[in-house]
């Protein structure tokens, strides 16, 4: 290979590190980044994918004396028969003799080493070491974890149709094993496109042919079960009651009241579950939600682990739910969705997500209650008094909930099937992030001045932050269509469009924008939020209405911050909104789990401390990595082995101070203090908490 690069495009892609000596692995689309430190440059030759046991996508072969991962969690080492040895878990350090091994790299890409030799492994809380005896050869693999759907079917809004078209979303499980808990391992479900008759593409049977789920075939049953059925795997066939059927299985799923609430239920039950199954199987880990349940119910969960599906879904069914309800991890996305043709084209993404589907029934939100009186300080922009608010009543509880209907909602993102389309259509990008601040308003400078100050000052990321004030209508223009990651606008926007020095922009007008995320600033955003997503947007946050510019400030700096290491739009956006009363004034449009960089410990999450003498307490709330629910993580401090599920509680940990103080250095991360407060963790001494 000649500068030793190995580029596939859309796959994952590794090249000799530019900067120092050493690998950078690049997954283009999720925008994902490692480098593999070196010792001295090294080359690249091009290695066989299908050599491994495991899939990826590229691979390549090096000769190095020692390969170090600058962050990284646990690693994995396997045998030739794919078996795991040892867990290398933070603070270890194992010695291998002579010998063919595979050493699986946990993280936000997916690597695998393969060696053939003596290595020793060292996991400290800074870095993941391996050294060799002698020059040896490695083979490096890696996969995006990136998916997209493999086929499209074509589906009228024909209930007996969507029975049939929902029917195909297991087809794109990769296993029906407990490790398709796994996001990796699920595969993204057919998408949806409504026609005049329809019509399935061969090979989208689903994989599960003695089970099926039953429902009558009208609209308020097939939304709420499509992410049930995905996962199961199963086939959604009508029935008089709504109920899931199969060897030594009859299981009620409700009646209208109580049907969506059985559902959500038997999915989060079968999913955690699976979760502690698989510890049985390929990554027998301390998993603490395992242990959780085990405290809880006797499940024989190693005969099960080989059972065929449906022995292990029959023990799953017979546990009551309420025994297993305080360990199930935080769900990340519930959506109310009213039947119509852009709730069709949302069911496989919803089904992606996991989601909690339930059907939609708005509360109306007079204009007046989305407002907040302000005492002093100027505005930016106007009221708006003709839209429509609602909120969405009683649903599901989870760390995002999505309105897949009309109206613009209060407290919950609006879903455009748009941003998800953009999403699958990412341009792939291998080179810095790149985000734009835009100021076009002088008297707020001084939100340009806060934010461009935090944004790119994550170590080992590499960032371009461009900072512009006072663009025309031409150059905002210009700017909106180049391809970046995201935009920080600051400034005025009313009925007409962005308020430039030379007159309004419409975003209507603009015929692409290439910017993935963004962030508008200003009063009344909405409407031109909702234009950048059906222009090639993935996901922003916007304003309902008139925001005060000093509470927007407070609004601006906090998002700016919580992006910067790796929070999702609508987690950093509920994090942002307690920091001033204008918080519920601000909405996510499009997808409000899109991240503009990786979590810096592969999660995002929000830290806790309490103090009690000269101990402290310390836990994490994960909310949640890409690729989806599933993800483990475990935190990098003194007697923490177990794994748990990321968008989950950890246990609770007493440090001492030294201990403390030497976490909080491994990253700056908001911390929750007792008071309710929150502060970062480069800020903050606990001696004074």
């Given at each position: 290979m000649?500068s030793?690069?190995?580029?596939t495009g859309?796959?994952?892609?590794?090249?000799?590190?530019?900067?120092t000596?050493g690998?950078?692995?690049?997954?283009?689309?999720?925008?994902r980044?490692?480098t593999?430190?070196t010792?001295s440059?090294?080359?690249l030759d091009?290695?066989d994918?299908?050599g491994?046991?495991f899939?990826v996508?590229?691979?390549?072969?090096?000769?190095?004396?020692?390969?170090?991962a600058?962050v990284?969690g646990?690693?994995?080492v396997?045998?030739?028969?794919?078996?795991?040895?040892?867990?290398?878990?933070?603070?270890?350090?194992?010695?291998f003799?002579?010998g063919?091994y595979v050493?699986?790299?946990?993280?936000l890409?997916?690597?695998?080493?393969?060696?053939d030799g003596?290595?020793t492994i060292?996991?400290?809380h800074?870095?993941l070491e391996?050294?060799f005896?002698e020059?040896?050869?490695?083979?490096i693999?890696?996969?995006?974890?990136?998916?997209?759907?493999?086929?499209?079917?074509t589906?009228?809004?024909?209930p007996?149709d969507?029975?049939a078209a929902i029917?195909?979303f297991g087809s794109a499980?990769?296993?029906t094993?407990?490790?398709?808990?796994?996001?990796?391992l699920?595969?993204?479900?057919?998408a949806?496109?409504?026609?005049d008759?329809?019509?399935?593409?061969?090979?989208?049977?689903?994989?599960?042919?003695?089970v099926?789920?039953?429902?009558?075939?009208r609209?308020?049953?097939?939304y709420p079960?499509?992410p049930?059925?995905?996962?199961l795997g199963v086939?959604?066939?009508?029935?008089?009651?709504?109920?899931?059927?199969?060897?030594s299985i009859?299981?009620p799923?409700?009646?209208l009241?109580d049907?969506?609430?059985?559902?959500?239920?038997?999915?989060?039950?079968?999913f955690l579950?699976?979760c502690a199954?698989?510890?049985?199987?390929?990554?027998?880990v301390?998993?603490?939600?395992?242990?959780?349940?085990?405290?809880?119910?006797d499940?024989p969960f190693?005969?099960l682990?080989?059972?065929p599906?449906?022995?292990?879904?029959?023990?799953?069914?017979?546990?009551?739910?309420?025994?297993?309800?305080d360990?199930?991890?935080d769900w990340r996305?519930?959506?109310?969705?009213e039947p119509?043709?852009?709730?069709?084209s949302m069911l496989?993404?919803?089904?992606?997500?996991?989601?909690l589907?339930t059907?939609?029934?708005p509360?109306?939100?007079?204009?007046g209650?989305?407002?907040?009186?302000?005492?002093s300080?100027f505005?930016?922009?106007?009221?708006?008094?003709?839209?429509?608010?609602?909120?969405p009543?009683?649903?599901?509880?989870?760390?995002?909930?999505?309105?897949?209907?009309?109206?613009?909602?209060?407290?919950?993102?609006?879903a455009?099937?748009?941003?998800?389309?953009n999403?699958l259509?990412?341009?792939?990008?291998?080179?810095?992030?790149?985000?734009?601040?835009?100021c076009?308003?002088?008297?707020?400078c001084?939100?340009?001045?806060v934010?461009?100050?935090l944004y790119?000052t994550?170590?080992?990321l590499p960032f371009?932050?461009?900072?512009h004030?006072?663009?025309?209508?031409a150059?905002?223009?210009a700017?909106?269509?180049?391809d970046?990651?995201?935009?920080h606008y600051?400034g005025?926007i009313?009925d007409?469009?962005?308020r430039?020095p030379?007159?309004?922009l419409?975003?209507?007008d603009?015929?692409?924008v290439?910017?993935?995320?963004?962030?508008?600033?200003?009063?009344?955003?909405?409407?031109?939020?909702?234009?950048?997503i059906?222009?090639?947007a993935?996901?922003g946050i916007?304003?309902?209405?008139?925001?005060?510019n000093?509470?927007a400030v407070r609004?601006?700096?906090?998002v700016a911050?919580?992006?910067?290491v790796?929070?999702p739009?609508?987690?950093?956006l509920?994090v942002?909104?307690?920091?001033?009363?204008?918080?519920?004034?601000?909405v996510?449009?499009?997808?409000?789990?899109l991240?503009?960089?990786?979590?810096q410990n592969g999660?995002s999450?929000?830290?806790h401390v309490e103090?009690?003498g000269?101990?402290f307490?310390?836990w994490i709330?994960?909310?949640g990595a890409?690729?989806?629910?599933?993800?483990m993580?475990?935190?990098?401090?003194?007697?923490?082995t177990?794994?748990?599920?990321?968008?989950?509680?950890?246990d609770r940990f007493s440090?001492?101070?030294?201990?403390l103080?030497?976490?909080?250095?491994?990253?700056?991360?908001p911390?929750?203090?007792?008071d309710?407060?929150i502060q970062w963790?480069?800020?903050l001494d606990?001696?004074?908490?």
């Open positions: 000649d030793g690069g190995a580029d859309m796959t994952v892609a590794m090249s000799r590190s530019a900067d000596p690998i950078d692995i690049v997954d283009p689309i999720e925008r980044r490692c593999l430190l010792d440059p090294v080359e091009p290695g994918p299908d491994f046991r899939p996508e590229t691979a390549v072969v090096v000769a190095v004396d020692r390969l170090v600058p990284t646990h690693a994995y396997r045998d030739d028969a794919g078996d795991v040895i040892v867990e290398v878990t933070h603070g270890l350090e194992e010695t003799r002579d063919t050493i699986e790299l946990t993280g890409v997916k690597i695998y080493l393969q060696i003596a290595v060292t996991n400290s800074e870095r391996l050294g005896e020059t040896s050869t490695v083979t693999g890696c996969r995006s974890l990136h998916t997209r759907p493999a086929a499209t079917v589906t009228t809004q024909d007996s969507l029975l029917s195909t499980l990769k296993t094993s407990p490790e398709r808990s796994f996001p990796t699920r595969g993204h479900p057919p949806l496109e409504l026609g008759e329809l019509a399935i593409p061969d090979g989208l049977a689903p994989p599960v042919k003695d099926q789920i039953e429902v009558p075939p609209e308020e049953y097939l079960v499509a049930l059925a995905y996962y086939a959604v066939e009508p029935g008089q009651l709504p109920r899931i059927r199969g060897p009859d299981y799923l409700g009646r009241g049907f969506d609430r059985t559902v959500h239920n038997v999915l989060k039950q079968v579950l699976e199954n698989r510890t049985d199987g390929l990554y027998p301390d998993l603490a939600e395992r242990r959780r349940v085990d405290e809880r119910v499940i190693t005969s682990y080989d059972a599906m449906s022995e292990r879904l029959a023990a799953y069914l017979e546990v009551p739910f309420v025994t297993i309800e360990v199930l991890p996305l519930a959506a109310h969705v119509s043709p852009d709730a069709v496989p993404f919803l089904a992606d997500d996991l989601a589907v059907m939609a029934d509360t109306p939100v007079p204009a209650n989305v407002s907040v009186g302000f005492a300080g505005t930016r922009g106007a009221a708006v008094t003709d839209a429509t608010f609602v909120e009543g009683d649903g599901p509880t989870a760390l995002e909930t999505a309105w897949v209907s009309n109206g613009r909602p209060v407290a919950a993102t609006k455009v099937p748009a941003a998800y389309r999403r259509g990412r341009t792939p990008q291998d080179q810095r992030i790149e985000i734009g601040v835009v076009n308003a002088p008297e707020m001084d939100e340009r001045e934010v461009d100050a790119g994550r170590e080992l371009t932050v461009d900072v004030d006072g663009l025309s209508c150059e905002l223009a700017l909106l269509g180049r970046f990651d995201f935009l600051i005025h009313d007409d469009g962005f430039c030379d007159g309004r419409d975003v209507a603009v015929d692409r290439g910017a993935d995320a963004f962030f508008l600033n200003a009063c009344q955003s909405y409407e031109q939020g909702i234009s950048l059906e222009r090639g993935i996901g916007v304003t309902l209405n008139e925001v005060v000093h509470g609004i601006g700096k906090a911050r919580l992006l910067n790796g929070y739009l609508r987690v950093a509920d942002a909104a307690e920091e001033s009363v204008i918080g519920r004034q601000y996510v449009v499009g997808d409000g789990n991240s503009i960089v990786q979590p999660t999450a929000m830290w103090r009690e000269d101990e307490t310390f709330d994960g909310h890409p690729p989806g629910l599933g993800c993580f475990s935190p990098y401090l003194p007697g923490a177990s794994h748990h599920l990321s968008s989950g509680t950890s440090l001492s101070k030294a201990d103080q030497r976490f909080f250095l491994t990253s700056d991360n911390v929750r203090l007792p309710g407060t963790s480069a800020e606990p001696s004074d908490i």
